[in-house]
């Protein structure tokens, strides 16, 4: 009798365990959100590894905040950095954020604050004018050279500063950065479709927006130079008190496109704006730079410059070993460039680099 008992109490527990197992693995269950599906990023925007010069502040390039659920990041990121711009050394950024479910990842950037080149002021310097002058030189429409050219020239060439090519039949072309709203690509690719090589005058902040650009300029021929880092007057800081600050320009935009093209940039530069002292054209060639200035330019920033314009501009304008000064902000430059270049041509001019002028 005990043992029917048993039986019943061993398969009424088993049966009540199989019903608790089914009601276990039958009951719907809402999926919850937790370290597995909802997960935050960061995406740092630029490089990770960025160089400035000493004194020379640094600009944040920025972040993207995504979180796999949909979740609001930008009141939970914290930003953490022991950065001295004073200092030469390597700094660290760190980048936390977490999400409602405590889940969080983190990015690094670093930051080199490199010391500026070791020129220092000299006392012969003060004995240089500092006077800011304003480049212009009348580039009339007859074909030949510029009559001022001929004294002026030769007052620029002890400071390695030139205007104007020999007198032979060779053009130079160069393009001032302008702003990042240009046609700068297309007019590389109309160059290289002609075989024409020419040169390039940066700001720092354009190097880093457009890296991919850079690396081609280097891998198709073309020649880059200084514009200095924010288009200061440089004048103002060729003192004895400024000279860091002259340093940490020049040097800013060599890092930055060795930075970004992995090779050093042509040591060749322009003055912003065309406006120079005798004292910075001395200081820059110490650093081992050659100014380059123009002998043909027109106001081609304007909105309303056409094709037909900016072609008959750069045609009439032309002389032997003229060096244009052409901005990339004109559509009707780039839409002209092609027919110039080829009309150039005809006439029995070729093309070379500023660089290359003896």
């Given at each position: 009798m005990l043992k029917g008992k048993y039986s019943k109490l061993v398969i009424f527990i088993a049966v009540l365990l199989v019903v608790i197992l089914l009601f276990f693995f039958l009951k719907p269950r809402h999926k919850e959100k937790n370290d597995?599906?909802?997960y935050p990023q960061i995406i740092?925007?630029?490089?990770?590894?960025?160089?400035?010069?000493?004194?020379?502040?640094?600009?944040?390039?920025g972040y993207e905040l995504k979180d796999s659920c949909g979740e609001n990041l930008e009141n939970r990121l914290e930003i953490q950095s022991d950065l001295k711009s004073d200092q030469p050394g390597t700094y660290e950024i760190l980048y936390k954020v977490s999400n409602q479910y405590g889940n969080f990842v983190e990015e690094k950037r670093y930051v080199t604050v490199k010391a500026v080149s070791q020129l220092s002021y000299q006392d012969a310097y003060d004995n240089i004018d500092n006077k800011v002058h304003g480049w212009g030189i009348?580039?009339?429409?007859?074909?030949?050279?510029?009559?001022?050219?001929?004294?002026?020239?030769?007052?620029?060439l002890q400071y390695n500063a030139y205007l104007i090519g020999n007198d032979e039949k060779k053009l130079y072309l160069t393009f001032d950065e302008g702003s990042n709203d240009t046609y700068?690509?297309?007019?590389?690719?109309?160059?290289?479709?002609?075989?024409?090589?020419?040169?390039?005058?940066?700001?720092?902040?354009?190097?880093?927006?457009?890296?991919?650009?850079?690396?081609?300029?280097?891998e198709t021929g073309h020649s880059v130079g200084n514009h200095t880092a924010n288009h200061?007057?440089?004048?103002?800081?060729?003192?004895?008190?400024?000279?860091?600050?002259?340093?940490?320009?020049?040097?800013?935009?060599?890092?930055?496109?060795?930075?970004?093209?992995?090779?050093?940039?042509d040591r060749i530069y322009r003055e912003p704006k065309g406006e120079y002292s005798y004292r910075s054209l001395q200081i820059m060639k110490d650093l081992g730079y050659?100014?380059?200035?123009?002998?043909?330019?027109?106001?081609?920033?304007?909105?309303?410059?056409?094709?037909e314009k900016a072609l008959q501009e750069l045609t009439s304008r032309v002389h032997n070993g003229a060096i244009y000064l052409?901005?990339?902000?004109?559509?009707?430059?780039?839409?002209?460039?092609?027919?110039?270049?080829?009309?150039?041509?005809?006439?029995?001019?070729?093309?070379?680099?500023?660089?290359?002028?003896?």
């Open positions: 597995r599906t909802c740092l925007k630029g490089n990770k590894i960025v160089s400035v010069s000493v004194g020379e502040d640094y600009q944040e390039l009348p580039n009339k429409k007859d074909g030949a050279r510029p009559v001022e050219a001929g004294s002026v020239r030769e007052n620029l700068l690509e297309q007019i590389v690719d109309v160059l290289n479709a002609n075989d024409v090589k020419a040169t390039f005058f940066f700001c720092r902040r354009y190097i880093l927006d457009h890296p991919d650009l850079m690396k081609k300029l280097v200061y007057q440089m004048s103002k800081y060729a003192t004895r008190e400024g000279i860091s600050k002259y340093l940490s320009e020049i040097t800013a935009v060599e890092e930055a496109f060795e930075q970004v093209t992995g090779t050093s940039m050659k100014t380059y200035f123009w002998s043909v330019a027109y106001l081609d920033y304007a909105d309303d410059v056409s094709k052409i901005h990339p902000k004109n559509k009707g430059n780039y839409e002209a460039m092609d027919d110039f270049i080829k009309t150039m041509k005809q006439q029995g001019y070729t093309f070379d680099l500023v660089k290359n002028i003896q």
